[in-house]
T-cell receptor, first 112, second 120 residues
Framework: AQSVSQHNHHVILSEAASLELGCNYS??????LFWYVQYPGQHLQLLLK??????LVKGIKGFEAEFIKSKFSFNLRKPSVQWSDTAEYFC??????????FGTGTRLLVSP | SAVISQKPSRDICQRGTSLTIQCQVD?????MFWYRQQPGQSLTLIAT?????????ESGFVIDKFPISRPNLTFSTLTVSNMSPEDSSIYLC?????????????????FGPGTRLTVL
Protein backbone atom coordinates (compact mmCIF):
# COMPACT_ATOMS: atom_id res chain seq x y z
CA ALA A 1 0.00 0.00 0.00
CA GLN A 2 1.08 3.52 -0.65
CA SER A 3 2.32 5.53 2.29
CA VAL A 4 3.55 9.03 2.92
CA SER A 5 6.07 9.96 5.60
CA GLN A 6 6.58 13.38 7.07
CA HIS A 7 9.61 13.29 9.26
CA ASN A 8 9.07 16.43 11.28
CA HIS A 9 6.00 16.39 13.47
CA HIS A 10 6.64 19.72 15.14
CA VAL A 11 8.85 22.54 13.91
CA ILE A 12 9.48 25.80 15.70
CA LEU A 13 11.16 28.65 13.85
CA SER A 14 11.75 32.32 14.32
CA GLU A 15 10.48 34.76 11.74
CA ALA A 16 12.79 35.13 8.71
CA ALA A 17 14.24 31.65 9.22
CA SER A 18 14.26 29.27 6.30
CA LEU A 19 11.92 26.31 6.25
CA GLU A 20 12.21 22.85 4.79
CA LEU A 21 9.66 20.15 5.58
CA GLY A 22 10.43 16.64 4.47
CA CYS A 23 8.01 14.34 2.64
CA ASN A 24 8.74 10.87 1.30
CA TYR A 25 6.32 8.49 -0.32
CA SER A 26 6.36 4.84 -1.20
CA UNK A 27 5.01 4.07 -4.65
CA UNK A 28 6.92 3.06 -7.73
CA UNK A 29 4.56 4.33 -10.40
CA UNK A 30 3.37 7.70 -11.58
CA UNK A 31 2.32 10.00 -8.79
CA UNK A 32 0.88 13.41 -8.31
CA LEU A 33 2.02 15.23 -5.22
CA PHE A 34 0.42 17.88 -3.09
CA TRP A 35 1.09 20.00 -0.09
CA TYR A 36 -1.94 21.17 1.85
CA VAL A 37 -1.96 23.67 4.68
CA GLN A 38 -4.42 24.13 7.51
CA TYR A 39 -4.22 27.46 9.28
CA PRO A 40 -5.68 27.60 12.79
CA GLY A 41 -9.46 27.42 12.60
CA GLN A 42 -9.54 27.18 8.82
CA HIS A 43 -10.12 24.58 6.12
CA LEU A 44 -7.45 22.48 4.53
CA GLN A 45 -6.30 24.35 1.45
CA LEU A 46 -3.94 23.54 -1.36
CA LEU A 47 -0.50 25.09 -1.13
CA LEU A 48 1.00 23.61 -4.28
CA LYS A 49 0.93 20.56 -6.49
CA UNK A 50 3.11 18.60 -8.88
CA UNK A 51 1.58 16.79 -11.83
CA UNK A 52 4.38 16.70 -14.40
CA UNK A 53 7.09 18.81 -15.98
CA UNK A 54 9.43 21.04 -13.99
CA UNK A 55 10.10 19.23 -10.70
CA LEU A 56 10.43 22.53 -8.88
CA VAL A 57 6.95 23.86 -8.30
CA LYS A 58 5.94 27.15 -6.84
CA GLY A 59 2.84 27.62 -4.78
CA ILE A 60 1.07 30.35 -2.93
CA LYS A 61 2.60 32.59 -0.28
CA GLY A 62 6.19 32.05 -1.40
CA PHE A 63 6.26 28.29 -0.88
CA GLU A 64 7.94 25.91 -3.27
CA ALA A 65 8.56 22.19 -3.40
CA GLU A 66 10.94 19.99 -5.32
CA PHE A 67 10.03 16.57 -6.63
CA ILE A 68 13.04 14.24 -6.64
CA LYS A 69 11.89 11.03 -8.23
CA SER A 70 15.01 9.05 -7.36
CA LYS A 71 14.52 9.85 -3.70
CA PHE A 72 10.73 9.53 -3.69
CA SER A 73 10.66 12.93 -2.04
CA PHE A 74 8.67 16.12 -2.32
CA ASN A 75 10.08 18.51 0.26
CA LEU A 76 8.43 21.84 0.97
CA ARG A 77 10.56 24.98 1.29
CA LYS A 78 10.23 28.63 2.03
CA PRO A 79 13.29 30.92 2.26
CA SER A 80 11.90 33.20 4.96
CA VAL A 81 8.92 32.29 7.11
CA GLN A 82 6.47 34.70 8.66
CA TRP A 83 4.39 34.46 11.80
CA SER A 84 1.35 33.98 9.56
CA ASP A 85 2.84 30.71 8.29
CA THR A 86 2.00 29.09 11.62
CA ALA A 87 -0.15 26.15 10.56
CA GLU A 88 -0.22 22.42 10.03
CA TYR A 89 1.21 21.19 6.74
CA PHE A 90 0.21 17.93 5.07
CA CYS A 91 1.93 16.18 2.22
CA UNK A 92 -0.33 14.00 0.05
CA UNK A 93 0.12 11.63 -2.85
CA UNK A 94 -2.37 10.64 -5.53
CA UNK A 95 -1.49 7.45 -7.35
CA UNK A 96 -4.65 7.40 -9.43
CA UNK A 97 -8.33 6.67 -8.92
CA UNK A 98 -8.73 10.00 -7.16
CA UNK A 99 -7.39 8.59 -3.90
CA UNK A 100 -5.26 10.88 -1.81
CA UNK A 101 -2.91 9.37 0.76
CA PHE A 102 -1.83 11.85 3.40
CA GLY A 103 1.20 12.10 5.61
CA THR A 104 0.81 12.60 9.34
CA GLY A 105 1.27 16.34 9.13
CA THR A 106 3.81 18.81 10.49
CA ARG A 107 2.84 21.51 12.93
CA LEU A 108 4.84 24.66 12.27
CA LEU A 109 5.04 27.39 14.87
CA VAL A 110 6.70 30.62 13.85
CA SER A 111 7.58 32.92 16.68
CA PRO A 112 7.57 36.67 15.99
CA SER B 1 -12.39 25.85 -7.03
CA ALA B 2 -15.33 24.77 -4.89
CA VAL B 3 -16.89 26.03 -1.69
CA ILE B 4 -17.90 23.26 0.66
CA SER B 5 -19.97 23.47 3.81
CA GLN B 6 -20.54 20.82 6.44
CA LYS B 7 -23.16 20.45 9.13
CA PRO B 8 -22.84 20.16 12.02
CA SER B 9 -19.49 21.79 12.64
CA ARG B 10 -19.18 19.86 15.89
CA ASP B 11 -21.22 17.59 18.10
CA ILE B 12 -20.97 15.64 21.31
CA CYS B 13 -22.82 12.34 21.21
CA GLN B 14 -23.57 9.46 23.49
CA ARG B 15 -22.22 5.98 22.92
CA GLY B 16 -24.57 3.82 20.84
CA THR B 17 -26.23 6.68 18.99
CA SER B 18 -25.79 7.73 15.35
CA LEU B 19 -24.91 11.05 13.76
CA THR B 20 -25.45 12.14 10.18
CA ILE B 21 -23.05 14.69 8.73
CA GLN B 22 -24.06 16.73 5.72
CA CYS B 23 -21.79 18.04 2.99
CA GLN B 24 -22.95 20.67 0.51
CA VAL B 25 -20.96 21.93 -2.48
CA ASP B 26 -21.59 25.10 -4.44
CA UNK B 27 -21.09 23.42 -7.82
CA UNK B 28 -21.82 20.06 -9.37
CA UNK B 29 -19.09 17.48 -8.87
CA UNK B 30 -18.85 13.88 -9.89
CA UNK B 31 -16.89 12.56 -6.97
CA MET B 32 -17.14 13.36 -3.29
CA PHE B 33 -14.94 11.88 -0.62
CA TRP B 34 -15.23 11.35 3.12
CA TYR B 35 -12.15 11.38 5.32
CA ARG B 36 -11.52 10.85 9.01
CA GLN B 37 -8.82 12.57 11.01
CA GLN B 38 -8.38 10.97 14.40
CA PRO B 39 -6.65 12.91 17.17
CA GLY B 40 -2.96 13.29 16.42
CA GLN B 41 -3.21 11.34 13.20
CA SER B 42 -3.40 12.01 9.51
CA LEU B 43 -6.41 12.06 7.22
CA THR B 44 -7.69 8.64 6.22
CA LEU B 45 -10.08 8.09 3.35
CA ILE B 46 -13.29 6.40 4.45
CA ALA B 47 -15.12 6.16 1.15
CA THR B 48 -15.73 7.68 -2.25
CA UNK B 49 -19.29 8.70 -3.06
CA UNK B 50 -20.47 8.90 -6.66
CA UNK B 51 -23.91 10.13 -7.54
CA UNK B 52 -26.17 7.32 -8.66
CA UNK B 53 -24.07 4.44 -7.39
CA UNK B 54 -23.03 2.77 -4.17
CA UNK B 55 -20.20 4.36 -2.28
CA UNK B 56 -16.81 2.66 -2.49
CA UNK B 57 -15.32 1.96 0.93
CA GLU B 58 -11.68 1.72 1.83
CA SER B 59 -10.19 -1.17 3.73
CA GLY B 60 -11.27 -1.07 7.34
CA PHE B 61 -14.49 0.84 6.72
CA VAL B 62 -17.88 -0.77 6.11
CA ILE B 63 -21.24 0.45 4.93
CA ASP B 64 -23.08 -0.69 8.06
CA LYS B 65 -20.90 1.54 10.22
CA PHE B 66 -20.58 4.48 7.81
CA PRO B 67 -23.58 4.56 5.46
CA ILE B 68 -23.30 7.24 2.81
CA SER B 69 -25.90 8.89 0.64
CA ARG B 70 -25.29 10.84 -2.56
CA PRO B 71 -28.69 11.94 -3.83
CA ASN B 72 -27.40 14.55 -6.30
CA LEU B 73 -24.26 16.18 -7.65
CA THR B 74 -23.96 18.80 -4.90
CA PHE B 75 -24.79 16.94 -1.70
CA SER B 76 -23.74 13.93 0.35
CA THR B 77 -24.23 12.61 3.85
CA LEU B 78 -22.10 10.37 6.03
CA THR B 79 -23.66 8.63 9.02
CA VAL B 80 -21.54 7.38 11.88
CA SER B 81 -23.60 4.55 13.34
CA ASN B 82 -23.65 2.97 16.76
CA MET B 83 -20.91 5.29 17.91
CA SER B 84 -18.20 4.50 20.41
CA PRO B 85 -15.51 6.77 21.88
CA GLU B 86 -13.10 5.43 19.23
CA ASP B 87 -15.19 7.23 16.62
CA SER B 88 -14.23 10.60 18.10
CA SER B 89 -12.58 12.33 15.14
CA ILE B 90 -12.83 15.12 12.68
CA TYR B 91 -14.80 14.02 9.63
CA LEU B 92 -14.08 15.89 6.41
CA CYS B 93 -15.82 15.98 3.09
CA UNK B 94 -13.87 16.76 -0.05
CA UNK B 95 -14.56 17.06 -3.75
CA UNK B 96 -12.46 16.88 -6.84
CA UNK B 97 -11.87 20.09 -8.76
CA UNK B 98 -15.10 20.74 -10.66
CA UNK B 99 -13.39 23.17 -12.99
CA UNK B 100 -11.36 20.62 -14.88
CA UNK B 101 -13.37 19.43 -17.86
CA UNK B 102 -13.51 15.70 -18.15
CA UNK B 103 -12.00 15.17 -14.76
CA UNK B 104 -9.10 12.82 -14.51
CA UNK B 105 -7.42 10.68 -11.95
CA UNK B 106 -5.09 13.31 -10.60
CA UNK B 107 -7.31 16.24 -9.85
CA UNK B 108 -6.69 18.18 -6.69
CA UNK B 109 -9.33 18.02 -4.01
CA UNK B 110 -11.04 20.77 -2.08
CA PHE B 111 -11.96 20.18 1.53
CA GLY B 112 -14.82 21.22 3.74
CA PRO B 113 -14.30 22.69 7.21
CA GLY B 114 -14.82 19.36 8.94
CA THR B 115 -17.14 18.07 11.63
CA ARG B 116 -15.57 17.57 15.04
CA LEU B 117 -17.26 14.62 16.70
CA THR B 118 -16.80 13.67 20.34
CA VAL B 119 -18.36 10.46 21.59
CA LEU B 120 -18.78 10.03 25.33
Amino acid sequence: AQSVSQHNHHVILSEAASLELGCNYSYGGTVNLFWYVQYPGQHLQLLLKYFSGDPLVKGIKGFEAEFIKSKFSFNLRKPSVQWSDTAEYFCAVNTGFQKLVFGTGTRLLVSP
Amino acid sequence: SAVISQKPSRDICQRGTSLTIQCQVDSQVTMMFWYRQQPGQSLTLIATANQGSEATYESGFVIDKFPISRPNLTFSTLTVSNMSPEDSSIYLCSVEDPGLAGGGPYNEQFFGPGTRLTVL
